[in-house]
């Protein structure tokens, strides 16, 4: 188990409070999220696999489960988040293998790229990470506590089961009819897409060779469903607040997990699951037989930005298919640049104390307007975290407010209450601070380091050839080759940063530049 230091800010300044009302995967009904203990919420996410790279099928789910955290601590609520890493499982054991090296060695790789990834997409890390083989203890334990209710048995081969005829509520989550369970029908493998009911492996005896743990069970390792039930329920209790997942995931694997834990405690596991839908790629399922599945870091080599990659993936709300396409990419990556050259408009301009004409009701328009958006904003995130109503608010106040700044009626106690406004929806989709170039750097490093640098554009190779020093020692250069009225060596500077995606902008305070 890992303690992981929240990225939330505590000095950020507590606001109104709004009662989050969210879709239960359980139930099939829209209801109020709130901590059953009236203290902090209890949330169990599922993670990652770590025998390869994330997708961004994969960040869909992580973001969104980002973008629920972000809004529950935007109403003043206190969170207390567990995600598991998987990293010990068939997939893992094979490619392990393939490699010639020990899981212990083969995982951590992984690990660090996944947590690498999220930190590029801006995703707060959970309060606990908590590790599949750093557990082996407390999923022996609740294996022997299913045993001892003839819930779990042991095979000829010392694998362990479960007895899913001894759950009579199974498939209450994923509303699939079991009836028809065949008792003693087996499935050893750690994933399954068939709809049948077979009982599956809590705990697996080891193959030759193959890495195992001694228990009190035998010789082997866990299945892939009893980690998350005896994590979840070591770090949250036996009931908690909510379970979240990718929708992948609701048969068999949080199917099985609420069947052994209910089982073994009679309570109920989690009160709310939280689900969220596959993303299609240029309207096609995601796999790497179509030719269109990517990495986090596929894109960012092909030179799109990681924020751009983020406002994407937020954009539709979670229980909606989200169509990637490279054109809506792009399309995201031009609504990231408008809010920050709003942002840094807002900020940078010397605005006026008072109105030219007295009495101008403009002003107060904008005010309005702005707590409006506000409102309107945490209304949508509210209402099952609807996030394409939540982002259209604050793009609305954006038009009214430059249309406003254009006609020179714009006050500074009007650009107090609309930094206000965009506060709130940073806080929650968090694109305003430009890291894009340093997240692009870092993939390009890391595929040089990889001996796949080939697969970085070379646009990205060219716009990442000059350090910033670089840059701002040519800017400097144009600078004085203009104060000697030498323009054509200016123009050439301007034109050689052009080349390598640096953009330059002349303006009353100076130049600023950006790379695209």
Not at 244 to 252: N, Q, T, V
Request: aromatic share 10%; charged share 30%; net charge negative.
């Amino acid at each position: 188990m890992q303690l992981i230091k929240s990225q939330v800010n505590s000095k950020q300044p507590q606001t109104a409070r709004m009662t989050i009302r969210l879709f239960n995967t359980l139930t099939n009904a829209i209801e109020e999220l709130y901590p059953s203990d009236g203290e902090a919420l209890r949330i169990y996410a599922c993670g990652p696999t770590v025998y390869d790279y994330g997708h961004i099928g994969n960040f869909r789910t992580f973001l969104h489960v980002d973008i629920l955290r972000r809004v529950l601590e935007l109403q003043g609520t206190k969170v207390q988040h567990v995600m598991n890493i998987t990293d010990v499982d068939d997939k893992i054991i094979r490619n392990a293998a393939a490699a010639g090296v020990p899981i212990g060695e083969y995982t951590p790789r992984f690990e660090k790229a996944f947590f690498e990834d999220l930190d590029a997409l801006s995703v707060e890390h959970p309060e606990i990470v908590a590790r599949a083989t750093e557990h082996i203890p407390e999923m022996v334990s609740l294996i022997q506590r299913l045993a001892e209710q003839d819930l779990a048995y042991k095979t000829e081969d010392g694998s362990w089961y479960f007895r899913i005829a001894g759950f009579p509520e199974y498939g209450k989550l994923s509303k699939k009819d079991f009836t028809g369970i065949t008792d003693g029908a087996r499935v050893d493998v750690d994933e399954y897409d068939k709809d049948s009911a077979r009982d599956f492996a809590l705990w697996k005896a080891p193959k030759p060779d193959e890495y195992h743990w001694q228990t009190d069970l035998g010789p082997g390792r866990p299945g892939w469903h009893i980690e998350c039930s005896a994590m979840a329920m070591e770090y949250l209790g036996e009931s908690f607040d909510l379970h979240a997942g990718g929708e992948d995931l609701m048969f068999p694997h949080h199917e099985n997990e609420i069947a052994q834990s209910e089982s073994a405690t009679h309570k109920t596991l989690a009160r709310h699951w939280f689900h969220i839908r596959f993303l299609l790629v240029e309207g096609r399922k995601m796999s790497k037989s179509e030719g269109n599945f990517y990495t986090l870091r596929d894109l960012l080599l092909k030179g799109y930005k990681a924020s751009a990659i983020r406002f994407l993936l937020t954009s539709v709300p979670y229980r909606q298919q989200l169509n990637f396409t490279f054109e809506g990419l792009v399309a995201e990556t031009g609504a990231v640049e408008r809010l920050r050259t709003f942002h840094q408009r807002l900020n940078n301009t010397k605005w006026p104390e008072s109105a030219a004409q007295p009495g101008a009701a403009w002003n107060d328009a904008i005010i309005l307007a702005a707590g409006t958006a506000k409102e309107k904003f945490r209304a949508a995130l509210a209402n099952d975290l609807n996030t394409a109503e939540a982002r259209a608010a604050i793009f609305d106040l954006v038009r009214t407010v430059n249309a406003a700044a254009d006609a020179g009626s714009l006050l500074k106690k009007d650009v107090t209450a609309v930094l206000d406004a965009l506060a709130d929806f940073d806080r929650v989709f968090a694109v305003l601070e430009d890291n894009d170039a340093q997240w692009t750097r870092f993939a390009l490093e890391w595929a040089e380091r990889e001996g796949r640098l080939d697969e970085a554009s070379p646009e990205v190779r060219a716009q990442l050839s000059l350090s910033d020093e670089q840059i701002e020692a040519l800017i400097e250069e144009r600078n004085q080759a203009r104060r000697a009225r030498n323009f054509a060596r200016g123009d050439a500077i301007r034109k050689e940063l052009l080349e390598k995606g640096i953009l330059l902008e002349d303006s009353k305070e100076g130049v600023r530049w950006k790379r695209k």
